[in-house]
């Protein structure tokens, strides 16, 4: 899986989560992704944009991706980034990371 959250013109940020899944497993029931610093925690309102096989060539998987506009970040220091998807049969797949913002 693949986060990213970049500066958009205007003040506003985009975020694209991008998950990988074995072929015919089907799109995810669901994804979350939370960003949290000291006691704030900000939930990214992710939409499902588009998903099948992947388009790179990456035989026997498919890709699925999210997106979603907003502010997320609002200040520099250490954030948690979360991301939960959970799949089919409810099992869920998570991934935390810290990142340093400037």
């Known amino acids: 899986m693949s986060?990213?959250?970049r500066e958009q013109s205007g003040g506003g940020q985009y975020a694209r989560l991008d998950?990988?899944?074995?072929?015919?497993m089907g799109?995810?029931?669901s994804?979350?992704?939370t960003l949290?610093?000291?006691e704030q925690t900000v939930e990214v309102p992710i939409l499902y944009k588009e998903g099948g096989p992947d388009p790179y060539g990456f035989e026997g998987f498919d890709k699925y991706t999210?997106?979603?506009?907003g502010i997320f970040i609002d200040d520099s220091g250490?954030?948690?980034?979360k991301v939960v998807v959970t799949v089919e049969g409810r099992k869920q797949h998570a991934y935390e990371k810290v990142?340093?913002?400037?």
């Open 27 to 29: 799109k995810p029931i």
């Open 99 to 102: 990142e340093a913002i400037p």
């Open 78 to 81: 250490s954030w948690t980034m």
């Open 3 to 5: 986060l990213r959250i």
């Open 36 to 38: 949290r610093r000291d």
């Open 66 to 69: 999210y997106e979603a506009d």
């Open 19 to 24: 998950i990988w899944l074995p072929s015919g």
């Open 31 to 33: 994804a979350e992704v």
